[in-house]
């Protein structure tokens, strides 16, 4: 009877002795998945600065475009305090000078073969005293750097930059009459300029898409002039033996065609982009705020120059 009741005890021992280590395997197994899903530290810091961010509702947006604030990497950055007055006149002396000037322009193509010296006159006068101006209105303090080297390595906008500059060549090496030269100075300047709006901090969508639209349809007219009309016929712009001709008429139609298709192709997505957050010329659509074609990944160079900008910027304020 004592021995039975003896081995008993031995197996109730045993048992217990079998629980036990089965708990403290089950309490490892715990402690290995709690170690091995531990958020890091990086992680957590960033959902505290989320959380810290305030949550911008559509009033208070609203509100950000009618005051001198815009939304940059997340951030409101305040701008310089007399940019919306500038803005508000800049733009309508801009559309208003340009619309007469391409107006003069049609008229004296079509009436005095651009002969005319009184609308010539008249057409540079606006440019150079108007327009020029205004945009340097719109401009000033009001341009992000990062961008605008962001831009400038995008190969389409090399490229049209490097036409408008070779139609500006071309008038001063070939001239149709005296005031090519001065004309194509000028063609050349817009176009420049025009790419370049995507480096402008705060702008006005209807304003872009105004000016896009003039452009367009002013370098759609001089493609009409080089295909229906009688503008540069047989003025060879240079020549490379019998066999390679190089004529002014078919060279300048090819440049304001492609001129033609990459600022229709930067219009439609700006038409396209009601919330003005993608560049207008960059290819692959990329968003202003990261750099990059994703709107939550950041490109770590682009996104340290905007903040290095936005930091200059809040100390001139």
């Known amino acids: 009877?004592?021995?039975?009741?003896?081995?008993?005890?031995?197996?109730?021992?045993?048992?217990?002795?079998?629980?036990?280590?089965?708990?403290?395997?089950?309490?490892?197994?715990?402690?290995?998945?709690?170690?091995?899903?531990?958020?890091p530290e990086e992680l957590l810091k960033k959902k505290q600065q989320l959380k810290q961010i305030p949550v911008l509702s559509a009033s208070n947006l609203r509100d950000l475009s009618?005051?001198?604030t815009i939304l940059l990497l997340g951030k409101v950055v305040a701008l310089?305090?007399?940019?919306?007055?500038?803005?508000k006149w800049a733009q309508r002396s801009v559309v208003?000078?340009?619309?007469?000037?391409?107006?003069?322009?049609?008229?004296?193509?079509?009436?005095y073969d651009s002969k005319s010296v009184a609308l010539n006159v008249i057409?540079?006068?606006?440019?150079?005293?108007?327009?020029?101006?205004?945009?340097?209105?719109?401009?000033?303090?009001?341009?992000?750097f990062a961008i605008t080297r962001r831009l400038l390595r995008e190969v389409n906008v090399v490229v049209?930059?490097?036409?408008?500059?070779?139609?500006?060549?071309?008038?001063?090496?070939?001239?149709?009459?005296?005031?090519?030269?001065?004309?194509?100075?000028?063609?050349?300047?817009?176009v420049i300029l025009f790419v370049l709006i995507d480096a402008v901090k705060k702008k006005n969508k209807a304003f872009i898409l105004t000016v896009g639209v003039l452009a367009m349809a002013t370098t759609l007219y001089n493609i009409y002039r080089r295909v229906f009309a009688n503008v540069d016929v047989g003025i060879i712009l240079f020549q490379y033996g019998d066999d390679y001709v190089f004529h002014k008429r078919s060279i300048k139609r090819s440049i304001f065609t492609q001129?033609?298709?990459?600022?229709?192709?930067?219009?439609?997505?700006?038409?396209?982009?009601?919330?003005?957050?993608?560049?207008?010329?960059?290819?692959?659509?990329?968003?202003?705020?990261?750099?990059?074609?994703?709107?939550?990944?950041?490109?770590?160079?682009?996104?340290q120059r905007m903040q290095s900008e936005e930091e200059r910027g809040n100390e001139i304020v």
């Not at 500059?165 to 050349?188: E, M, Q, R, T, W």
């Open 96 to 111: 208003a000078s340009a619309s007469i000037g391409i107006f003069f322009y049609v008229l004296n193509s079509q009436l």
């Open 123 to 144: 057409m540079l006068t606006l440019f150079a005293t108007v327009i020029l101006p205004s945009i340097g209105m719109i401009y000033y303090k009001n341009v992000s």
């Open 80 to 87: 310089d305090e007399r940019l919306a007055w500038r803005m």
């Open 259 to 303: 001129i033609f298709l990459f600022s229709m192709s930067g219009v439609w997505v700006m038409f396209k982009d009601k919330k003005m957050e993608m560049m207008m010329f960059a290819t692959g659509n990329i968003y202003r705020e990261t750099g990059t074609a994703s709107k939550y990944v950041d490109h770590e160079s682009y996104v």
């Open 160 to 190: 049209i930059i490097m036409l408008a500059i070779s139609v500006f060549i071309i008038d001063c090496v070939k001239p149709y009459n005296s005031a090519s030269p001065l004309n194509g100075f000028a063609y050349c300047v817009s």
């Open 1 to 39: 009877m004592e021995e039975t009741i003896g081995d008993l005890d031995a197996q109730e021992k045993a048992i217990l002795k079998q629980v036990k280590s089965v708990r403290k395997k089950k309490q490892h197994k715990k402690n290995q998945l709690s170690s091995k899903v531990r958020v």
């Open 66 to 68: 009618d005051q001198n």
